[in-house]
């Protein structure tokens, strides 16, 4: 399995972007798809993750700003950030679930300037 991620850069505060999330490989059997994020210093964080039936959790910090889909016919996951702030800025990782085993994207950066 293999996820690659796109979408992230540098955006003003109370901009919008867009990851996206492309999984590759024996896809058919994830239970859950979801996007963490890992700012300097910081331990990496639950974003927002989108379980087998649709149904979808977010960190409280991100809800009613943030929006995880997901396309399966695709075998890809987005977050739709909007309303970002400077203290959204971190490195955010696709992720994966199948069964027991958490796969992993490389991550991709996402600036929020002030």
């Known amino acids: 399995v293999q996820l690659v991620e796109s979408g992230g850069g540098l955006v003003q505060a109370g901009g919008s972007l867009r990851l996206s999330c492309a999984a590759s490989?024996?896809?058919?059997?994830?239970?859950?798809m979801g996007w963490y994020r890992q700012a300097p210093g910081k331990q990496r964080e639950l974003v927002a993750q989108i379980i087998n039936g649709g149904i979808t959790n977010a960190a409280n910090s991100v809800k009613g700003r943030f929006t995880i889909s997901r396309d399966n016919a695709k075998n890809t996951v987005y977050l739709q950030m909007n309303s970002l702030k400077p203290e959204d800025t971190a490195v955010y990782y696709c992720?994966?679930?199948?069964?027991?085993?958490?796969?992993w994207g490389k991550g991709t950066l996402v600036t929020v300037s002030s």
């Open positions: 490989g024996s896809t058919f059997s994830f239970n859950a």
């Open positions: 992720n994966a679930v199948q069964g027991s085993i958490y796969y």
